[in-house]
């Protein structure tokens, strides 16, 4: 599958543009441990671009991403891709086995995260932001409140990767597409 056609899935699904940011920085996130993994970017990329795709249609753990994976089956796209994105989420009773599996789950929370941490600084920048700052915001548990932090140590310790190396690494990725995400300075 071509990132245009993933691209045009979310489009067409999805219309809040920090739901679509927040895909854009797990592609971004995706496609940078792709090509230091030596897999296979594009389908790393696409995996991250649509994980979320069908959450404003599906807003509950009762229905994303399960019922999003017909409408995916349905336009085409790869099961490697639709099964990937089901093991995004821990209810869906798909199993992370592959390491992609693995690098969306700890791509997906990690970069609401790092995108929180960025807008409060005076910046309001990736370009400045270091692993330190994260880290100070972690341990404040009312900062986004909503990213668990549960996950994304589990996220991080399922892909083989030290948690502050993989904000390091995602901070990183993210700057590369720092105006799309409107952190950028």
């Not at 993933?6 to 592609?27: G, R």
């Not at 995996?47 to 599906?58: A, Q, R, T």
């Amino acid at each position: 599958m071509q990132r245009t056609e993933a691209l045009a899935i979310v489009q067409e699904y999805v219309k809040n543009e920090n739901l679509v940011k927040h895909m854009l920085a797990v592609e971004a996130t995706m496609r940078f441990y792709a090509e230091k993994l030596e897999e296979d970017i594009e389908l790393w990329g696409v995996v991250g671009l649509l994980h979320d795709f069908d959450w404003e249609i599906h807003p509950t753990l009762e229905g994303h991403p399960t019922k999003g994976a017909p409408i995916l089956r349905e336009r085409g796209v790869p099961e490697i891709i639709v099964r990937a994105i089901l093991s995004h989420a821990d209810h869906t009773g798909y199993p992370r086995e592959t390491l992609m599996e693995k690098a969306l789950f700890a791509c997906d929370e990690i970069t609401g995260l790092i995108t929180a941490t960025a807008l409060v600084r005076p910046s309001r920048s990736l370009m400045d932001l270091k692993v330190k700052s994260v880290k100070k915001k972690w341990k404040n548990k009312h900062f986004a409140a909503g990213a668990n932090r549960e996950e994304m140590e589990r996220g991080a310790e399922d892909f083989e990767v030290e948690l502050w190396a993989h904000v390091a690494n995602v901070i990183e990725a993210m700057r590369h597409i720092a105006p799309e995400l409107g952190l950028a300075g």
